[in-house]
Structure formats: structure tokens, C-alpha cells
């Protein structure tokens, strides 16, 4: 089992930058596949972006391709969302995720529904 720590939300300005981090607890972090997702008021929970479990393999929704990236340091069970370029648009509860499940296809890795285990989440505010 794994428990998962948001941080790094805050207010920018468009165009600005946020750097995310999840700081998970457990000796096997290495172990899980780690996504973010975001939630807007009013919106369903989506995919931002997923990374293996070694680091190698990663993944991005459209909408962030990029401008953000995900990263990932097994030996201090982290992972980091660097979010540049933001918009407006990208308001939303940021929220950390793991898997035990190999990353796969970018269809199965995109699924909320694969995620065990989740973090309570990290508001990110845009202003235009």
C-alpha cells in the first residue's frame, strides 16, 4: 500500500509556471505507475500525464503535450509535474495517482478507474 502527499498548488499568472510534486510513502515506490489528473468545477476527473515505473515510458493528454512534464525519482519516492506555459484553462485540483499495473497503452493508462490509490490534491489556480 502507498499514501500519496500533493504540493506545489498555488495562483500564476498566464504564461506562468508550477512545479508539482507527489511524495509517497512505502518502500516499493519503484513498484507503481504514477499519473496526475485534474478536476475543473463542474468537470469530470481527466488525464494529465503518466510515467513507468522505471521512468522510461511516458504519457501526456493532448492538452498539456508540451508544456508540462513528468518526472520521477524512485530513490526519494517522488514525482513531479512541471507545468509551464499554464493557462487558464488549466484550473483544476491537481490530484496524484499510483497503479501496480504496468503502464500500457495510453488508453489504459488515461482510465481513473486503473488507479488504486489517490492523494487528497493540490489546487492550481490561472488567472488570465
Known amino acids: 500500500q502507498v499514501q500519496l502527499v500533493e504540493s506545489g498548488g498555488g495562483l500564476v499568472q498566464a504564461g506562468g509556471s508550477l512545479r508539482l510534486s507527489c511524495a509517497a510513502s512505502g518502500r516499493t515506490f519503484s513498484s507503481y505507475t504514477m499519473a496526475w489528473f485534474r478536476q475543473a468545477p463542474g468537470k469530470e476527473r481527466e488525464f494529465v500525464a503518466a510515467?513507468?515505473?522505471?521512468?522510461?515510458?511516458?504519457y501526456y493528454a493532448d492538452s498539456v503535450k508540451g508544456r508540462f512534464t513528468i518526472s520521477r525519482d524512485n530513490a526519494k519516492n517522488t514525482v513531479t509535474l512541471q507545468m509551464n506555459n499554464l493557462k487558464p484553462e488549466d484550473t483544476a485540483v491537481y490530484y496524484c495517482?499510483?497503479?501496480?499495473?504496468?503502464?500500457?497503452?495510453?488508453?489504459?493508462?488515461?482510465?481513473?478507474?486503473?488507479?488504486?490509490?489517490w492523494g487528497q490534491g493540490t489546487q492550481v489556480t490561472v488567472s488570465s
Open positions: 510515467i513507468g515505473r522505471s521512468g522510461t515510458g511516458t
Open positions: 495517482a499510483a497503479t501496480t499495473d504496468y503502464i500500457g497503452t495510453y488508453y489504459y493508462t488515461s482510465r481513473a478507474t486503473r488507479y488504486n490509490y
